[in-house]
């Protein structure tokens, strides 16, 4: 990779995520008063002196503990120390030393990576206190005070952390990265098929619905190009969120969407359509992404040769408001279909960022209002002068026209299938807005 990887490594509750969101400048990673908040591997970008870097949080570590949400995040936290080109381990000066940080200690030093022993919560200035020193009994250096909550330290810490990553290497181009934002309601098996296209155990997968609070980046290179796939928090319904964790993963998968360029909306095919569905499927339509419905979980279904044509059509429907996203029934759990998502994906992506040039789109409403009049009222016909693309993401088209109240929206519909069927667009929404001659303010 371009960018080194620097790993934020410690047991629950020493302050770890609020280092991060302290060194990255903005909140990423939930910060909560409650262990075990922080579960996946949490990715932002660092820059200290002119060195740049992917910063990672990662949930607490605890060698010791059985349960099954806290064996998982040892896992995560191992996948990131392996990953890592240097750790800060950090630990809390109120505790002191603990027999987990020892054994964190000890997992950090077989792994041969540097580590910068971060002490956190030394929120007074001046000497050390006397419990300070007791962290060279971890046999990690000299450890380095920090208060992440005030910024205290954190300059000192990332000079030891840039002295320690490899030579810089070029900037990787990411032009031809498409990003993926893995969306839906709670245990549709978002993390399952993360999972299973990134061919390790990237995100936590268990059957607790809202077992991943964070979203969280996973970069995917096969046969199919590059792909960042980010796993979301199930969306619930505004009402529903009871905590201010939950509130945070709502908006984290919101945020998750904007910053995609297609979004996978996943349905449980055990549950069918659900509102909830329609809610989750509205906000990648309203941010104007390439949207494709996968249907999850179709290896559990029984079915016969009629099945999949009869939930299609029911499908259809229940998301006619987009009737531009395919519908693909898949598994996460064997892998079918898969290959046919990460083609669907690229389509979508491709249709999403399409640019038409002024020229060819007037020849296709040349054609399209030769084949179809233009709408009358009481005698007055509508004119439309001309048309022009304004921006991608989605194509958005602007119509110029003699009166925008005779530019009906079956009219305009009509337009834009005629552009969906000239072009090819798969899985993206498409734009008009309306003008009348003279008019600045666009009118959809």
């Known amino acids: 990779m371009a960018k080194p990887i620097v790993a934020i490594v410690g ?14 400048g903005q909140r990423l990673s939930i910060v909560e008063d409650t262990p075990g908040v922080t579960r996946d591997r949490i990715f932002g970008d660092g820059e200290w002196c002119g060195r740049t870097f992917s910063l990672v949080d990662t949930g607490g570590i605890e060698p010791a503990s059985k349960d099954v949400i806290l064996t998982q995040m040892r896992e995560q936290a191992q996948i990131a120390i392996d990953s890592a080109a240097a750790i800060i381990l950090v630990t809390d000066i109120r505790s002191g030393v603990t027999a987990t940080d020892q054994d964190v200690a000890s997992l950090l030093l077989k792994s041969g990576v540097p580590v910068v022993l971060c002490v956190n919560k030394c929120d007074t200035v001046g000497e050390p206190p006397a419990e300070f020193y007791e962290f060279y009994n971890l046999g990690l250096g000299d450890p380095v005070m920090v208060s992440s909550v005030h910024g205290h330290g954190t300059g000192d810490l990332l000079d030891r952390v840039v002295a320690l990553l490899p030579e810089e290497q070029e900037e990787e181009e990411e032009g031809d990265i498409i990003k993926v934002a893995v969306i839906g309601k709670p245990n549709v098996g978002k993390s399952s098929l993360v999972n299973k296209v990134s061919g390790e155990n990237r995100c936590i997968v268990s059957d607790i619905a809202g077992t991943t609070r964070d979203a969280v980046d996973t970069t995917i290179v096969n046969q199919h190009g590059t792909f960042t796939f980010i796993d979301t928090a199930g969306l619930r319904r505004k009402s529903k969120v009871e905590d201010a964790i939950e509130h945070y993963s709502n908006l984290r ?3 998750a969407v904007e910053r995609a360029d297609v979004c996978l909306i996943l349905i ?13 499927a509205g906000i990648a339509h309203e941010a104007g992404k390439g949207c494709i419905i996968c249907v999850n979980k179709w290896d559990a279904i029984e079915k ?8 299609q059509a029911k499908l259809e429907k229940d998301f006619s408001f987009m009737s531009y996203a395919p519908i693909l029934f898949i598994s996460a759990k064997t892998g079918q279909r898969l290959d046919k998502m990460f083609e669907l994906i690229k389509q979508a992506a491709a249709s999403n960022a399409m640019r038409v040039t002024t020229g060819v789109l007037n020849d296709i409403l040349a054609q399209a209002t030769a084949r179809v009049q233009p709408p009358t009222d009481k005698g007055k016909r509508l004119k439309i002068y001309y048309m022009t693309q304004a921006s991608t993401k989605p194509p958005t088209f602007v119509c110029f026209c003699n009166d925008h109240e005779l530019f009906h929206y079956s009219y305009q519909r009509y337009l834009i299938n005629r552009i969906r069927e000239t072009f090819g667009l798969t899985g993206t929404p498409v734009r008009l807005v309306i003008r009348e001659r003279g008019e600045q303010d666009g009118k959809r």
């Open 268 to 280: 449980d095919a055990q549950v069918g359509f659900t509102e909830q569905d329609s809610k989750v």
């Open 253 to 255: 998968a919101e945020m």
């Open 11 to 24: 047991r629950p509750n020493v302050g770890k995520s609020t280092l991060f969101n302290k060194i990255v």
């Open 304 to 311: 016969d040769d009629k099945t999949m044509q009869e939930m």
